[in-house]
């Protein structure tokens, strides 16, 4: 895949880059065990995007792989998630006994997050009907190679244990397992500059 397919979405392209999200998380272990019914998934997925990764469009950190096959939601350093939105969400739409636990599951996730200046890969998905095809490899490939520069970090949250290898093949490192009540595993993830 060429570089020149790889384009910075604007803010006015932000829906789009939802949309792609949407139907690459559709499967996702822990993202459905969070948003379990169909109806709320629809409608809360792009919400939750948004207050995780939307800071990226502000920063011209979010990546696509042209024509919107692949999205990658970038928070440069000292840019964090929407915690305030994130905790609305939460507590609006996922079953209240599961609440406890994802709430656990953010604290832990915490924990591993680094203090120390560094790039955050807040989501990464690839429309099902491009996958396999390296658009997600394209996506890290490129802004690695900018983290590498800057000599910073990465960091990461795998919610689905397949993709775990996806990302030691780009030099990141498993720090520990995240997990609550029923939840699936997360692997929060590290990688050095190289």
């Not at 990546?63 to 919107?68: G, I, K």
């Not at 997600?136 to 490129?142: P, Q, R, V």
């Not at 990465?154 to 029923?182: D, I, K, M």
Request: net charge negative.
């Amino acid at each position: 895949m060429s570089d020149s397919q790889i384009k910075t979405a604007t803010l006015a392209e932000a829906d789009r880059c939802y949309a792609v999200l949407a139907l690459a998380f559709g499967r996702d272990p822990a993202i459905r065990w969070m948003f379990s019914h169909p109806w709320q998934y629809a409608q809360i997925f792009p919400l939750f995007a948004q207050a995780f990764g939307g800071e990226a469009f502000q920063h011209n950190t979010a990546t696509y792989v042209d024509p919107f096959k692949a999205v990658a939601l970038w928070l440069p350093p000292s840019t964090q998630p929407d915690e305030q939105a994130l905790g609305s969400l939460i507590q609006q739409a996922v079953d209240p006994e599961n609440q406890t636990a994802v709430f656990s599951i953010l604290e832990q996730l915490g924990e591993y997050h680094p203090q120390a200046p560094h790039w955050h890969l807040a989501i990464i998905g690839t429309d099902p009907v491009h996958q396999g095809q390296g658009c997600g490899s394209a996506l890290l490939t490129h802004t690695l190679a900018l983290c590498d520069q800057q000599q910073t970090p990465v960091y990461l949250e795998a919610t689905n244990a397949r993709n775990v290898s996806l990302y030691q093949t780009q030099g990141f490192e498993v720090l520990g397992t995240v997990q609550a009540g029923t939840s699936p595993t997360l692997y929060p993830m590290l990688r050095h500059p190289q």
